[in-house]
């Protein structure tokens, strides 16, 4: 499901970063980074969802290599930040239509999918509000 080959991502003027990491997850595996502060978790996690650029080595999604095809690797993938800060201008229903339309859900198929779990999470009346005025957790 996912392969890292020797990836290797450095910041501008610096040698903090990622060097040379290769790793293979597959389906069903749990897998974690764990390392002190600055040790490249979180930029080995930025090349991988595509947010950063890398200098060298090959990340592969499904076998899909993710510079060849960026959006399908995308597709098959999501990130959850530990700061989920993205889309605080949006209300509710305009960020799950904005998923919706990158992951290319048919609009019945989204309405049904929408109302489903809005229920059940007891966010419905939410939805109209912005992201910013959501708690923690409703984000």
């Known amino acids: 499901m996912l392969r890292i080959e020797h990836l290797t991502k450095h910041y501008k003027g610096s040698n903090k970063g990622v060097t040379d990491i290769s790793l293979h997850v597959e389906k069903g595996d ?4 764990i ?7 979180t930029t080995a996690l930025k090349c991988i969802t595509g947010i950063h650029d890398y200098e060298a080595g090959d990340i592969y999604i499904d076998g899909v290599n ?13 990130y959850i930040p530990d700061n989920p800060d993205l ?4 209300t509710g229903i ?9 992951f290319e859900v048919p609009a019945k198929e989204r309405e049904e999918r929408i109302h489903k779990y809005a229920d059940a999470f007891e ?6 509000d912005l992201i910013s005025g959501y708690s923690h957790g409703m984000k």
């Open 30 to 33: 749990i897998y974690a980074f």
């Open 35 to 41: 390392g002190h502060n600055g040790a490249g978790k």
């Open 66 to 78: 993710l510079k060849e095809d960026m959006l399908g690797c995308k597709r098959k993938m999501a």
């Open 87 to 90: 889309y605080e201008y949006l």
């Open 94 to 102: 305009q960020y799950l239509n904005f998923v919706a339309d990158v």
């Open 123 to 128: 966010i419905t009346q939410s939805l109209g």
